[in-house]
Every structure is written in C-alpha cells, then in structure tokens.
C-alpha cells in the first residue's frame, strides 16, 4: 500500500511492577493484555464458578432451539466520546457486531444499555444514538432491546455504552486457536494502529504531520466474502485493546503452537508510524476496530488474500507470517535488520480508555 | 398474609417541573417513569431511527435459525454494592433472567459486562463475581461471555453490571399489553415495595421495627408454573424501577384499557408501609425485584393464582384488581375508605440506583 511503510524498529516492551497480590483495580487490568487475562483468569472466572462453563471469550457459540448462535457483549468507555472517524456510538456497534463476526457469525440483532452521568447534556445522548443507529444501519443489525441508568455526576463520565449482540454461525464454520496448525498463513486484513492513534491524537490534542482518522468499520461482509472462498479458516480475530500483538499471542497460547511475523510485512501508516516513535508506542500493540487477523491454511492463504483485496475493507491486506511447530505459545518478529525477537503479550495498558 | 397489612392511604406523587426542553440529564431520567419514558421515546428512538424498528422493551422477542428467542439486557448501578438480601450481583442475574421470564422465556445464556473504578477492591470484584456465579446457578442459566472494562478513579462507583441474555420463548407463548382487554384479572406475587426499601435503609442507615429484606429472586420458575396452567396468559411485568405504579400503567397504556386495583389487596408489609410512611414514599412506586404482576383470562383466574401460591416466590400471592373498558390508559385505585384516586405513571426517582 501506497500509504505504508515498513514498520520502525519497534519498542520493547517493558513491564510494570507484577500484578498479582495487587489489592486493587489499576488502569492496566482494563487494558486486554497479560493483566485483564490475570483478573479474569484468576479473579472473575473462579468466583463465578460452574456458572461459567469456559473461559469468557470475546464471543461465544452456544446452541439454543436448534440454532447455532455466536452471543457477546463490550461495554465502551472510550473518552472522548467523539473522534477523528467516529464515536462511542460506532465503537458499541462494530465492537460487537465484531466480535460475532470473528465466530464466522452475521449479526442479527443487538441490545443497548447505556449508563448516563447526570448533567451529560441531552443533545450528547442524542449524538451517540444517532452514530449508534447510523452504525448498526451500516452493518445490517438492529437494535431491539435496551435500557438507560443514571449515575449522579462524578459517578461517570457523560455516556458509557454496553451492547449485547446475537447472530447466526452458518453450519460447518469452526473458528477456534485450537484449529490452528503449522504450516498456516497469517493474514492482516489491513494497516494497524489507526484507531489507537486516532483516539489519542484527539484526546491529548497532537498534531501529527498527517490527521489520523479511526479505522472503526464493521467486518461481517468482509469475513463473509472470505468464508465464502473456504470455510476451512482456521481463527479470526479483531486485535483491539492490546493490538495485533495481543490477538497473535492469544492465538499462539490457544493453538500450543509459535507464530513468527515478518515485521516488515505488517503495514504501518507513516503517520502511525512517526506518531508511535513520537509517543514511544509500539504499533504491533495499539488498538484497532476495523482489521483483522486470519489464520488459514496454506492451500488457501492465496485465494483468502485476493478475497480480502477485493473487499474495500481488505483493500491493504497482506499476508503477515506463518505458524510453525517451534516455540510453541510464543510470537516471534524478524525484524527489518535480519534480527528476531519476542513479540511479548502487553501487561497491562498503553493507552487507556481506546474502546 | 399474616405478615402484610393493607397499604396506608398513598401520598400522591407530586411532579417536579417539566422534563421536555431540559437540556441535560437529570437523575430523573433513569427512574424508570415518565422522564425515562420521554428520553428513550423522544431522543434515543428517534436518533437510532430504523436501526430500532419498535419500541425498545425489557425484553424482545426474535426469530433466528428458525427458533423464537428473547433477548434483554439491563445495567446495574445499585449503591450499594451488598444490601440486605441480594447484591449487584444477584440482580444482574435476577434482573435479566426476569425480564426474559416476563416474555415467557427460561433464561439460557447471559453475557455479563463489568466497569470497574480504578482502585476498587480486587476483594470486592470478587465478590460480586462470587455472588453472580451464585445467583446464575440458582437460576438455571450459564454466563458464556463477558467483558471488563477499566475508567479512572472519579469516573464510576466501585463496579458496575450489564447483563444481556438470551432464552427461549415456547410456542404458543404471547405475552403483551396489546393482548389484555376488559374482564382480565390483574394478579400480583406477593409484598411490594421491599427490594427499594431494603436499599434505602442500607444507604441511609435506617434501622426500622423490622429488618427489611430485598426480595431480588429469579422469576423464571414461577412463570413457568404458571404457563403450565395456561398458556393463555395476557401479559406479565415484573414491576422493578417505578414499582407497582408504572407496571400497572404501562399495562394499560398500551393495551387501550383502563385498570382498577383494590388498594387494600396490594399486600404491603407493615415494615414497608411504616418505612414508606416516615419516608413519604409510596408503596405503589417503591421498586421490586422478586415480584410480579400477571393480567389473565378471568376463566383462568383462580387456577393460575393456586398455580402461583403453591411455588415458594407465589405464596403471597393476590388477586388485586381488574381490567376494565372505562377510563382507557388509566389506572384507578379504590382506597380503603371507598374513595377513588388515579394512580399515575411515575415522573422521575423516588430513590435512585435501586438496581
């Protein structure tokens, strides 16, 4: 792509204090790294118990009726509530919408639970669910179900936004880490750290040589027309909180196999790429919306990949690396120089407050 | 029942100033009456536009892959956390679960979305995990995805809640305002008013002759017995946010009939109706979260209240009143002197974050 570059040499990243025996909440837990995985792992997933059957995924395939339904939920607390290429209220669709798309799902129907702060001004509200109703127009889903709370002023921050999404899982569609084999193609359906810069260009009021403007976007068709080549992809993910960076690590501990990335192959904005060395960020590690990560295996990474160019949304599509039997659970870079190093799962968070 | 009296003469409910034009949100707006109804139905409706193609309810009912699905979601803010009886937790089950019973759904699966406050006890998320898994054992139903989101210090309260969830609706099932005409026997579950209360006297430090306890329960049960009398049943509501009051007048707005209830069948704890009395609450508004009302065939009547009084959450069960063609919309109470008064919808709070 004209647009991008090779990526910088990229940050290491280093890691705050150790997380456990810590008494409280810190910003990191919220940041879908090695620290939420802890509080969920640790913390939530035992205190509910049986009443929850698995690990809590991002999406869930559950029977119901005869049906096979992908069912999630995000809660958005992104500040500012608007930005450069959306809002709180594109965020709460394609969140969702999203993350039933990465179980291979067509979103059908979706909730909306909105907490106010008392004082928010009602034109504000009004402002979300306007990109709330634009966005779930866009990606074909409706809104059906919902609920409002009020919070006294200093108990919240103008609008929080949480949506609960339903869709269908077309029979023979299995997208699971567990599927993944070496010898598989990693796919990037475009150029990463968009969205994170973009919230942060906005919140703290940089101006980088060129405007960043969130890739927020929702992903149903693009994965249909994939599936739609074969239905044999193996995973999919959005990388948001945590970046790509986070998806791949999840991937490569789910599958117990290693992931190696050709640095120079993942696309990076210049404008990312001077915002993140500005910033001291690593773009492999800031939040997307509107990518994601594929893993399919090598007898159809080929027709995959022109599937994805041939979608707007995949325009910048590349393939990224592979999937070997070797450092199984751990993602490696071979970076630009000929080097290779560990692309590490993040601790905690780099930016907070990104969705 | 030995242990309810009949409810005192009710102080009317006196409305504040109007709520159209305001330009921000007040804590009235997410009282659950007739300021919550104004902002859902004159901002949120109109700005989502034809991503939301009805009236956002508690709960709707949906087809997918071929089966008939209820789908509802609600936010919990309740201050506090642990009350006498219940939790956050417990109503983040009850609440939803609840809302799918009153479609005549068993709940089957929820999501469950946490916002925690940096700095909150990891103890506490703990607990409200501990106390969550607890209830959704109880009520029969998995949590199978999830969410955790992290706001700064002075942007929330400790944790907050969405649940959504998603629950069969069986065939031959129909349960709506639209549905209830003139000659329908209104029925309520027991004792109104103690889950608010038992809030109230949490919050304030209120020591009353009695304890009051929240009576926060899953519901699902309960309908369950009582759709096996029959499926004919017209409508049920559990009457939460704005209690008793705006069920009641929800129910006959939109069924275009007019409701008499007989004041002194509203079972009433003496508890309440002294705390309600000291506090110049009315028991008709104070909220639930165990309770329902149900409107059926007058030919069903009596064996859907046996239904109801022999389930453990039915005991107190009632008959309280009646549909009627006069004063269509209205709900009319008969005091306990033979007068007559009009029961309104709720305009804002009685008393906030009571779930």
């Not at 958005?76 to 209220?89: E, K």
């Not at 990224?320 to 799962?345: F, Q, S, W, Y």
Request: net charge negative; aromatic share 2%; charged share 15%.
């Amino acid at each position: 792509m004209s647009d991008t570059a090779a990526a910088p040499d990229l940050l290491s990243w280093t890691c705050p204090a150790p997380v456990r025996d810590r008494p409280r909440v810190v910003m990191g837990h919220g940041g879908g790294g090695a620290m939420s995985a802890e509080l969920i792992e640790q913390i939530v997933l035992p205190a509910l118990g049986t009443a929850a059957p698995a690990p809590l995924t991002d999406s869930a395939v559950v029977e119901l009726g005869g049906a096979r339904l992908a069912f999630s939920t995000d809660s958005f607390v992104v500040r500012p509530l608007f930005f450069p290429g959306g809002s709180i209220g594109d965020l709460a669709v394609n969140g969702t919408v999203n993350d039933l798309a990465m179980s291979g799902a067509r979103a059908a129907y979706l909730s909306c639970g909105l907490i106010l702060e008392e004082g928010v001004e009602i034109d504000t509200v009004a402002r979300v669910a306007e990109a709330l109703g634009a966005a779930a127009r866009a990606a074909g889903v409706r809104v059906v179900t919902g609920d409002t709370k009020v919070v006294e002023a200093g108990h919240g921050d103008g609008v929080y936004v949480n949506t609960a999404g339903v869709g269908l899982v077309p029979a023979g569609i299995d997208l699971r880490p567990q599927r993944v084999v070496p010898g598989d193609v990693v796919l990037l359906s475009g150029a990463v750290g968009v969205h994170g810069i973009a919230i942060m260009s906005e919140r703290e009021n940089l101006r980088f040589e060129a405007d960043v403007v969130s890739d927020c976007a929702p992903l149903g068709s693009l994965v249909e027309a994939m599936l739609a080549v074969t239905p044999d992809l193996h995973v999919l993910r959005d990388p948001t909180r945590g970046g790509l960076a986070a998806s791949l690590n999840e991937i490569a501990a789910g599958s117990g196999c290693g992931v190696v990335v050709q640095e120079r192959s993942v696309p990076v904005p210049p404008a990312v790429a001077g915002a993140c060395a500005m910033l001291g960020l690593d773009p492999m590690y800031v939040a997307n919306e509107g990518k994601l990560v594929a893993f399919a295996p090598r007898g159809h990474a080929d027709a995959v990949l022109a599937a994805m160019r041939a979608h707007p949304l995949g325009a910048g599509a590349a393939v990224i690396g592979e999937v070997v039997a070797e450092h199984p659970g751990m993602v490696v870079a071979r970076t630009g120089l000929g080097g290779t190093r560990v692309v590490d799962m993040p601790l905690g968070e780099q930016l907070p407050r990104i969705c």
